[in-house]
């Protein structure tokens, strides 16, 4: 519900009207009194001695909408929580260490999560209770329960509120023991085995329903592939590729991936496109084209790039969080179509589009409504109906065009239009990848103008981060994500660029993250930085997930730049991390793939290739593009205070140094000759 839906000012607006969030404001009109998560708001929990009601979701979530409608909206059911308890909405992008703490307690009390997230908590924050979606008739009930249970059994709430702390103090995936490991390939193949027993080998993905792209897992078994060379890994990672992108998970209209399907082969997306999700799939399919050379994989990333550039990118040049599911208060409307749009706007041409789109077949929804999918390649299609593929494509082309125009006609998704620091490092890298992949300039150049963006104007002096950019002002001091995502970021961009100021900021950063995240005792990063006083437990980010963990992603960010930099302690610091996580990824490998990507460099005859010359800009480009996973480039295209630098540059040459722990193979200036030096160091 929008602010324009109350103009008649029947209705008075809640404190989130003074929020950015744009979830924070579609509640900001209903009834219940919500307040945003800050310390006044938990002091006067305390102060009135109520519980907590803790409802955390985000804007693009469907069933979020839904809970909004039938009960945060209802009078009866909005006096009762107003009467006996401090509400607080949460985004959960905003607040992704306050997302984890209660979403953690949920799991602990029911076995499984998800948003909505409704947990209730003591007035000092401690959850005793929680869930996700209820009906409104149930919703009610629970709450009338939770009030009698505060009059009549408060030492009964205290009890489990203790139970669910201790819980949330531990964590399991952290040895209480550095582990003595050594660092070898023999854990990755046992972690392998394991992982194979859960593909799904006709479908591509995972067995079951529903299906996620977990584009992370697969960026790291690209790279098992490119050290095992196994044909059968490549074939299902190249499978479910093709599966995902002939699927209505992906918009065969205007690109871009939804977040999830329902179903176990792609076909029904819960239809919120997130920038997490497409910044990453562009960079898998990038990867996945550097190793297959299958231009149908180039297709995608570029037409998915495109998109974010067309519908998520702000007036500054940065990137937007989300468009949601739902359009004109239904699920999926904006991407559905009936046999009878595709006759009024594509009249003579409409079978044979419809048909390759799989209308009334493979494509069929419900009640008329198809999702568009691909219902055979197009190569094979043609065949099939022995139609010049040339002459196809162009028709294909021009009708896709009419579609879109009539589509853009309908009312279109809500858009999310915060932005992330995190989540724009994802998406910079993505363009990044795609520029490597294509050598088109556009997407460099939107690459460099978002990562100087962000320099002027989340990031601060000392290297300190803020995380929410949203209606010109910056707010929310970064989390680890922030940190370790960023600073990857800078390091692609040094890549590609050579301006070395990039570096020297990574280091800057990531020295901060050492001085306000690091735990000394088991050499870990916290989410939050000492200086966060507000929750009432302080958490480590571990697992990788739809997006890789903030501590997964800051080993790897640590092994990059201790060799850039010729800095022990970082190497020292980013092995002992990994060491930490080896037996996680031995025995859970598909939450944390990340940490299986650091643990593969660190096993293997990994390369330092150092390029000097005039010629650096090009050489480097053409050895980053070679699908060896196993390497750390740097360039220079002149003197250089990079201490890997230090007496390589000769005027007038281009040379490659090919090393491996301080001790290099003699200097080349063609780069077959380079890649064959590397190949050599990992055989």
């Known amino acids: 519900m929008t602010q324009s839906d109350h103009l008649s000012g029947e209705k008075k607006a809640n404190r989130l009207i003074n929020e950015s969030s744009p979830y924070l404001l579609q509640h900001a009109w209903n009834p219940v009194d919500w307040h945003a998560w800050n310390p006044e708001t938990l002091q006067k929990a305390k102060d009135e001695n109520k519980m907590l009601l803790i409802s955390i979701g985000y804007s693009a979530c469907h069933w979020c909408h839904v809970m909004e409608r039938e009960s945060f909206e209802n009078e009866e059911i909005a006096a009762l929580m ?3 308890f401090i509400n607080i909405k949460v985004d959960r992008e905003e607040r992704p ?14 076995g499984n999560g998800g948003w909505p997230l409704n947990c209730f908590a003591l007035p000092d924050g401690r959850p005793f ?7 409104p008739e149930h919703w009610l009930e629970l709450l009338t329960r939770i009030v009698e249970l505060r009059k009549t059994h408060s030492s009964d709430l205290e009890k489990q509120a ?3 702390s201790k819980g949330l103090h531990k964590d399991p995936l952290i040895p209480e023991v550095a582990p003595q490991t050594t660092f070898s390939t023999e854990l990755l193949n046992e972690a392998m085995g394991k992982w194979q027993h859960s593909f799904d080998l006709k479908n591509g993905g995972y067995r079951g329903a529903p299906k996620f792209p977990m584009p992370d897992n697969f960026r790291f078994l690209l790279r098992y592939y490119s050290f095992s060379k196994d044909k059968t890994l490549l074939n299902y990672i190249s499978l479910t590729l093709e599966k995902m992108m002939s699927g209505g998970i992906y918009d065969q209209l205007g690109g871009g991936f939804a977040r999830y399907s329902v179903d176990a082969t792609w076909k029904v997306p819960h239809f919120e496109k997130m920038l997490y999700d497409n910044a990453q799939l562009i960079s898998l399919y990038c990867e996945a084209y550097q190793v297959t050379k299958n231009q149908d994989f180039l297709k995608v990333a570029a037409e998915t790039a495109d998109f974010v550039l067309a519908e998520l990118t702000s007036p500054e040049g940065i990137f937007y969080s989300a468009l949601d599911a739902d359009s004109a208060g239904e699920e999926g409307k904006y991407y559905v179509w009936t046999e009878a749009e595709f006759k009024e706007i594509l009249v003579e041409n409409s079978a044979i589009i419809g048909e390759f789109y799989g209308l009334n077949g493979p494509g069929y929804w419900e009640e008329d409504q198809n999702i568009l999918v691909r219902s055979l390649p197009l190569h094979q299609f043609c065949s099939q109906k022995s139609l010049d ?8 082309k021009h009708s896709r065009i009419r579609l879109l125009e009539a589509r853009q006609k309908r009312v279109r998704p809500g858009l999310d239009d915060k932005s992330l620091t995190s989540w724009n490092s994802l998406l910079i890298n993505a363009l990044a990848d795609l520029y490597i992949a294509t050598e088109e300039i556009k997407y460099l150049n939107h690459a460099i103008g978002a990562t100087q963006f962000i320099i002027d104007h989340l990031v601060e002096s000392d290297g300190s981060i803020y995380h929410t950019w949203k209606n010109g002002k910056r707010s929310i001091e ?6 370790s995502f960023f600073a990857g970021t800078l390091f692609r961009i040094y890549q590609l660029t050579m301006e070395e100021k990039y570096i020297y900021l990574a280091d800057q950063i990531v020295k901060y993250s050492i001085s306000e995240f690091y735990d000394k005792e088991d050499g870990l990063f916290w989410f939050t930085d000492r200086k966060s006083p507000e929750l009432f437990v302080r958490k480590k980010e571990l697992t990788d997930n739809v997006i890789p963990s903030s501590n997964s992603m800051m080993a790897g960010v640590l092994f990059n730049l201790g060799h850039i930099m010729e800095n022990n302690d970082y190497q020292r610091i980013a092995e002992r991390m990994v060491k930490m996580m080896g037996e996680n990824i031995r025995n859970y490998p598909t939450s944390f793939s990340g940490w299986a990507a650091v643990w593969l460099k660190l096993s293997v005859n990994y390369s330092e290739v150092i390029v000097c010359g005039d010629n650096a800009h090009n050489q480097m480009l053409r050895l980053i593009k070679e699908p060896l996973p196993v390497k750390i480039i740097a360039g220079s295209k002149g003197e250089s205070t990079l201490p890997i630098f230090r007496y390589r540059y000769f005027p007038g040459n281009t040379r490659i140094y090919v090393c491996r722990n301080k001790v290099c193979k003699n200097p080349v200036t063609d780069i077959e000759e380079a890649v064959s030096q590397i190949i050599e160091y990992q055989s």
């Open 129 to 135: 209770y929680g869930g996700t979606y209820y009906r």
């Open 162 to 164: 203790v139970q669910i």
């Open 389 to 396: 593929i040339d002459d196809f494509e162009n028709l294909l």
């Open 82 to 84: 107003n009467k006996y």
């Open 478 to 483: 970064g989390f680890l994500e922030d940190y």
């Open 97 to 110: 260490d306050v997302d984890s703490v209660y979403l953690i307690a949920v799991q602990l009390i029911n």
